[in-house]
C-alpha cells in the first residue's frame, strides 16, 4: 500500500528558503499515470494547492506561488522535494504532500487520492 | 484563478440530509467534470469521498454523493451521523495541470 510522509524543518525564518521532501514508499514517483502534490493549509484556513510534479518531471505551480516555488524529483525516484523562497509569516502552515491519479476513469482520477499526514513549518526569527 | 466558494457552515440534525455547494467558473468546475471533495477532521490529513463529480473511491460511505450543474458542484451527505461532523471542501482541475480548492465548509450536527 502506498505511502507519503513529509519531511523537513519545522522553523524557518523570514526571508529564508523553505525546503520539504515528500517519501513515497509503494510506488515509483515516475509511474506513468500520477502526478505529485504539495498542498498546504495556514492555521485555520482553508487548503491551498501550491503545485503538482508530473511523472515525466514537469511541474506546474500556482500562479500566486509560482515566483517562489520549485517542485522536483529526487534521482532515487521514490522522493520529491519542493522549495519556496522568500518566506515570510504568511507562509506559515501545514504542508501536506499527496499522489494524484492522472487517467480519467481511473479510481481517483484528477483528485488527491493518497496524502500524507504532513507537517508543520512554521516562518519566525 | 480564484478560490472556489463553499458556505463557511452548514448544519443539520442526526439522520437529516444537508448539501454543500461549490461555485466556480466556466473556466474551472464548468470546463472539466473534475470535481473532487475531500473530509478533514481536526488535526488530520483530509481524505478523498468523491472524485470526476460523483464517483465514491472504494471504501466511502454510500451516504456521500456529489453532482454538478453548470459551474456549481455539490456534495450532499444522506443520514447525517455524528461522525460526520469535520470540514469539507471541493477542488476542482482547472487546465493546464493546475487544480484550485474551495475554501471549505464546516459541518456541524444540532
Known amino acids: 500500500q502506498m505511502q507519503l510522509q513529509e519531511s523537513g524543518p519545522g522553523l524557518v525564518k523570514p526571508s529564508e528558503t523553505l525546503s520539504l521532501t515528500c517519501t513515497v514508499s509503494?510506488?515509483?514517483?515516475?509511474?506513468?499515470?500520477?502526478?505529485w502534490a504539495w498542498i498546504r493549509q495556514s492555521p485555520g484556513k482553508g487548503l491551498e494547492w501550491v503545485g503538482s510534479?508530473?511523472?515525466?518531471?514537469?511541474?506546474y505551480y500556482s500562479p500566486s506561488l509560482k515566483s517562489r516555488v520549485t517542485i522536483s524529483a529526487d534521482t532515487s525516484r521514490s522522493r520529491f522535494s519542493l522549495k519556496m523562497s522568500s518566506v515570510t509569516a504568511a507562509d506559515t502552515a501545514v504542508y501536506y504532500c499527496a499522489r494524484t491519479t492522472m487517467a480519467v476513469t481511473s479510481p481517483g482520477s484528477y483528485a488527491m487520492d493518497v496524502w500524507g499526514q504532513g507537517t508543520t513549518v512554521t516562518v519566525s526569527s | 484563478q480564484s478560490a472556489l466558494t463553499q458556505p463557511a457552515s452548514v448544519s443539520g440534525s442526526r439522520g437529516q440530509s444537508i448539501t454543500i455547494s461549490c461555485t466556480g467558473t466556466g473556466s474551472d468546475v464548468g470546463s472539466f467534470n473534475l470535481v473532487s471533495w475531500y473530509q478533514q477532521h481536526p488535526g488530520k490529513a483530509p481524505t478523498l469521498l468523491i472524485y470526476?463529480?460523483?464517483q465514491r473511491p472504494s471504501g466511502v460511505s454510500d451516504r456521500f454523493s456529489g453532482s454538478q450543474s453548470g459551474n456549481t458542484a455539490s456534495l450532499t451527505i444522506s443520514g447525517l451521523r455524528a461522525e460526520d461532523e469535520s470540514d469539507y471542501y471541493c477542488c476542482s482541475y482547472a487546465g493546464a495541470s493546475t487544480w484550485v480548492f474551495g475554501g471549505g465548509t464546516r459541518v456541524t450536527l444540532l
Open positions: 509503494g510506488a515509483s514517483i515516475r509511474g506513468s499515470i500520477y502526478y
Open positions: 470526476e463529480v460523483s
Open positions: 510534479l508530473s511523472h515525466s518531471g514537469s511541474s
